[in-house]
């Protein structure tokens, strides 16, 4: 299922994106146990090579600009950190992904980063209350810590 932008801020976000011939995966999350009200709209990414995760930088929820962080073995060259900060571009600009691109879940709760048993939502039963409207999801959060799917 194609990611959306509600979908990749909503906490612990997992999934790729791919141009048919290579792809990445990535996930996007609070650091920690500080919930998405206390990340102050900066969310940690991760992409993953030969099966292990590694740190890219930030992602500013509001700009939708990636920022590659202190500690990442990443540079701005780095594909990885092309491909996420090109993805995240198309969202937040509300554009669509050219034909062949796909950016999709991978049957996670983008809130938890549980394994959804319904693969074609975004959220599980019990995260899609607080996270299907981030207004109120923020305003929930400090009173809620983390869903469980
Ligand atoms: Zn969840």
């Given at each position: 299922?194609?990611?959306?932008?509600?979908?990749?801020?909503?906490?612990?976000?997992h999934f790729t994106v791919s141009n048919g011939l290579t792809?990445?995966?990535?996930?996007?999350?609070?650091?920690?146990?500080?919930?998405?009200?206390?990340?102050?709209?900066?969310l940690l990414v991760y992409t993953w090579h030969n099966g292990?995760?590694?740190?890219?930088?930030?992602?500013?929820?509001?700009?939708?600009?990636?920022?590659?962080?202190?500690?990442?073995?990443?540079?701005?060259?780095?594909?990885?950190?092309?491909?996420?900060?090109?993805?995240?571009?198309?969202?937040?600009?509300?554009?669509?992904?050219?034909?062949?691109?796909?950016?999709?879940?991978?049957?996670?709760?983008?809130?938890?980063?549980?394994?959804?048993?319904?693969?074609?939502?975004?959220?599980?039963?019990?995260?899609?209350?607080?996270?299907?409207?981030?207004?109120?999801?923020?305003?929930?959060?400090?009173?809620?810590?983390?869903?469980?799917?």
């Amino acid at each position: 299922m194609q990611i959306t932008k509600e979908f990749v801020i909503g906490g612990n976000a997992h999934f790729t994106v791919s141009n048919g011939l290579t792809y990445f995966r990535y996930q996007i999350k609070t650091s920690g146990r500080e919930s998405l009200a206390d990340s102050q709209g900066s969310l940690l990414v991760y992409t993953w090579h030969n099966g292990r995760r590694l740190y890219v930088g930030r992602l500013n929820e509001y700009t939708g600009v990636v920022h590659i962080g202190r500690r990442s073995r990443f540079d701005n060259n780095a594909m990885a950190f092309k491909v996420i900060l090109w993805a995240c571009n198309v969202l937040w600009t509300g554009r669509n992904f050219p034909p062949g691109y796909h950016a999709e879940t991978v049957g996670r709760c983008g809130h938890c980063g549980r394994k959804l048993a319904d693969v074609n939502q975004y959220f599980g039963p019990e995260c899609r209350r607080i996270s299907i409207n981030r207004l109120s999801a923020r305003l929930q959060e400090y009173n809620l810590a983390y869903g469980r799917c």
